[in-house]
């Protein structure tokens, strides 16, 4: 093997999660080749990895797999290989594979096995660490040239991402609009949604902001950012809000409530169970208790808690990490790992 690792993504190209993730690690490893899959109704941006396969048919067939195979070491990709053909004809080849977890969207048995679970939160290891596969954690690394910190210093305006949704309203948009009204300080908030939200909300403190933001503009405004999500592993919107320097009302759960500043997490009412690819937990969240945390930082000076944001985000920046994956990548490929 040659010393510079020849590692193929799989990526997704456009706005969501799995999208911002495969850009993210396209632009800061030495990536050798690009599988690129466009969703359908998404806007896509396959001139994000120029030079990708495309598949033809949106699943990867099996002489594009081969084209995509040819010469790596390595391949990466995030929740899911779209076609589990990749991993099986990689490993025939001696190619590893290395497979970043969504634990909710993890099975309880793989079609094929990766030669790795690399999950993105000790929650993740805790929760996928039984499947009989090797496994390690290593954090989601932040770009903080892309995600700057900005010193926010009063809580005026409150911002909330609802993205696209998500399974179980998983952001609590619904509990959310109904704190709103709860809150009676002199306090703004704005609201961006990818889909057209549900029972939008008549305040004139409230701003809608509909369909996607420029990823370069999301983190602009604002003081505070409300995320009461009811499960993750992973929560993108919190690492890029870190690292933008903002102080996070979230949920007091794993794995934010390990470091993120308890006096703004949410004790959530209860927890009930669902069954998405596995049955997990998820939080049953109170708007009065949401309402109560935006009323206990409303117009306070901030600047403590954005400063350590901003070191917390440091801490998983890839000035930081990067070395870190790259010996991890490495040690695999030499059958070290």
Not at 8 to 24: E, H, K, P, V, Y
Not at 275 to 291: D, G, H
């Amino acid at each position: 093997m040659s010393k510079k690792l020849k590692i193929g993504l799989i990526a997704r190209c456009d706005n969501g999660g799995l999208g911002r993730l495969s850009q993210d690690f396209y632009e800061n490893l030495p990536i050798h080749r690009v599988m690129a899959l466009t969703v359908r109704d998404r806007e896509n941006h396959l001139d994000r990895f120029p030079g990708a396969i495309n598949p033809e048919k949106g699943v990867p067939s099996l002489e594009e797999i081969d084209a995509f195979l040819e010469g790596l070491d390595m391949v990466l990709t995030f929740e899911t290989p779209y076609n589990w053909n990749i991993f099986s004809r990689a490993k025939e080849r001696g190619i590893k594979t290395v497979l970043i977890p969504n634990y909710e969207w993890t099975p309880y048995k793989l079609t094929v096995d990766p030669d790795l679970l690399l999950c993105p939160s000790q929650f993740d290891y805790d929760e996928l660490k039984g499947m009989g596969i090797d496994i390690e954690y290593l954090p989601i690394p932040i770009d903080r040239k892309k995600l700057p910190f900005k010193l926010r210093k009063k809580a005026k305006t409150f911002i909330f991402n609802n993205g696209h949704g998500g399974y179980l309203g998983r952001n609590s948009y619904v509990e959310l609009t109904q704190a709103i009204p709860l809150v009676k300080a002199d306090v703004k908030f704005i609201i961006r949604s990818q889909i057209y939200p549900p029972d939008m909300i008549n305040d004139s403190r409230v701003e809608y902001q509909l369909g996607d933001t420029l990823h370069e503009n999301l983190w602009k405004e604002g003081d505070v950012f409300i995320h009461p999500h009811k499960f993750d592993g992973l929560s993108l919107p919190l690492n890029e809000a870190m690292s933008s320097g903002y102080p996070i009302i979230t949920t007091d759960m794993a794995p934010y409530n390990g470091i993120l500043p308890k006096e703004l997490l949410i004790e959530p009412d209860a927890f009930g169970e669902t069954k998405i690819e596995r049955t997990i937990k998820y939080a049953v969240i109170s708007p009065l208790k949401i309402a109560e945390k935006i009323e206990y930082i409303a117009n306070k000076d901030i600047t403590e808690l954005s400063n350590k944001s901003n070191e917390l985000a440091e801490l998983w920046s890839w000035n930081n990490l990067k070395d870190k994956y790259l010996e991890l990548f490495t040690k695999l490929c030499q059958n070290q790992h």
